[in-house]
């Protein structure tokens, strides 16, 4: 197992603001704005401090530049674009796209808006539940845009021809509710496919969408419209196809008093990480949500307020539970700096000094895009804490200079004056930081934690115990710290941009164009990301940014395996294959971005095999992780990402780690990824083989 430097993790009470829009700003202190709810004690850590930044001092300090390939036509004034978001594509391109609210979907048309409940369909590479509207709800708008947004919820506002605001749509993820408040005495016409809501004494309007039921509270219903006097509020949401008397009455009443946004606390000890999202209605009543799976597994808070029902999803049952709290824990997981290479045979080791000797001199130079050059600075700072792990520290002396200097270079603050790469700029409309040269649409703000996390890795292991390489660096890394991970949110960057606290992991399309949302691949990437990001602030003494960086990386971790290498798929019956590579809002595909071949599909869910990897079987049985191998390998190990299903397939048991090492050994040039080196690989699946008693 990684032997992972350990920090201590302080905590004291904090609310994370929400992004503010025109009438709501974040305290400068980072206190909620107006309109925040006081969290409750919850059980497990208590509530982490969020690093407090200057941003506008970091921003300020690299040269400004419209670098970035993104239009933000639907958006506010003043509102910082919500990049990398389940609701990007609300914002971005010619046509608003759909997005999946969970348990819900939303889709804007020209007049208003749709709903639907996603149903999933299955076959052997494909799980996935579009949006198909089963509500129209029509406000006379001509158009729509973005008024607030936080890191689970997002406020739409609907305009008429004059410009003026009809009335602000709510979606938030995991609430079963949607709602629209007017700000000017409005008629809705609110119809379902095939009828009309029909009033009943209870309060609330119901409709039989054919396959799904659903109920509107608010206004006054006749017929296929809704009237609302300026400051009234209606609501729509779907009842579980199960669901008891008791869930129709809790949805009914607690859609009454609508969600206006969402809180999102962390705390983090030496054993757990815990998400609290705080679910803020305008009367301040209990609302309704639904838990993921990932909100279920392993050892969780006791919830005395769910089993209501279930909503089906493409992640498997969203579990109805009252309340306005949703509290869920994952293994804690904080940054990993080396393997534990205590228990290694001597032939091992000496095998993994000879390969290090060849990896070094084989070490090309750096490539000069975000992507591929910060892959080789980690490759690189990798095999430099190898090497001085290993009593070896002349084998790497020369190529810690060499990295040191290339970071050097990547941390000049004004270094995009004199070049075009290799250096980063601030784009004031995107309200990002770009490395340039872009890559993989870095400038169309994908990718951003991909990218950023391997350079913060490697600058976090060469800066270990070396307070002035850390200082020459910290200019430009904290800038990269805070594009992927602010905690708060500010004016020049968005609070937490890759990570969804809800979905428990991060999106990687920074303008979600696609009709089933947006979409994340290398879940052990992100992982890695968050790593990295701890790395970088042990290095630089935050602890308050290591707590928040083991809060992300525990959280992903838990998520990888929930719901891309190790997923409950029993209930998706015709799916034929053991893992998912490309979870989208409204699909999941045995698929990757690059290649169909399943070693590429397995693979990009484990690159870069780092020590934090070597503990992304807890909770994997050994049998899932032999048939995913076996399931990628059908042709050998001498295939792109060979070593890294080697490096997996040893986390299966001593027998399986005894095998991978004689696979290992001989392995093709073809299976070591340009991200990772035969040295690295063995000390991977001897640490692994020693861990298990082989």
Known sequence: MAAAVVVTLAAVLVVVAPWADDDETADGDGAAGPGSAPVSDVSGPPDATPPEVDSAALVAAVPAEAVAKIDPVRLAPGVVPPSNRWYSGLVFGDQP????????????????????LPAPTVDAKVIIAPHVPAVTVDAG?????????????????????????????????GSPFVSFTAAQDVTLGSTVA???????????????????????????????????????????YALPPDATPEAATALRTAAADPVTGVDVTYGVDDTVARTTLTYRTAGGSPTAYVLM???????????????????????????????????????????????????????????????????????????????FGGKALNRAASLVVLGEQLGVPDVVAELRSTTVDALTEWAEPDGCTRRDARCVVYDETARSAIGLTPSFGSDELNDHHFHYGYILAAAGLLAQDDPALAARLAPVMNLLAQDIAAALPSDELPQLRSFDPYAGHSWASGTSPFADGNNQESSSEAVTAWNGLGLWAQASDQPELATEATWLASTEALTARTYWTAPDLEQFEGFEH????????????????FSPEPSAILGIQLIPMGPVQSGMAEGVTPEQIRASVEEATPGGYGVQFGGYLLMYRALAGADDAAAAWQEAVSLPDVGVDDGSSRSAMLAFIASAQAGSGG
């Open 97 to 116: 796209q759909p997005v999946f609210a969970e348990p819900l979907s939303f889709g804007l048309t020209d007049s208003g808006f749709t709903l639907g």
């Open 141 to 173: 708008a001509t158009s729509a845009q973005v008024s607030a947004a936080d890191p689970v919820s997002v406020t739409i506002d609907l305009l008429d021809a004059s410009g003026a605001v009809l009335g602000k749509v709510v979606l938030a993820a």
């Open 194 to 236: 095939g009828g009309t809501f029909a009033p009943g004494d209870d309060g609330a309007a119901t409709a039989d969408a054919g396959t799904s039921q659903w109920g509107l509270v608010g206004g006054t219903t006749d017929g296929g419209s809704t009237t609302l006097g300026a400051g009234e509020s209606a609501s729509w």
């Open 293 to 371: 799976p990932h909100h279920r597994v392993g050892d969780q808070p006791e919830r005395t307020d769910c089993g209501l029902g279930a909503y089906p999803s493409v992640y498997g049952d969203l579990e109805l539970c009252a309340g306005s709290q949703l509290s869920s824990f994952a293994p804690a997981v904080p940054a990993a700096r080396e393997l534990d290479l205590d228990g290694i045979s001597d032939d091992q080791r000496a095998a993994i000094v000879d390969a290090l000797a060849t990896d070094v001199a084989g070490t090309p130079a750096f490539p000069s895009d975000t992507y």
């Open 578 to 593: 053991t893992m998912v590579s490309l979870n989208w809002g409204g699909k999941r595909d045995y698929a990757t971005w």
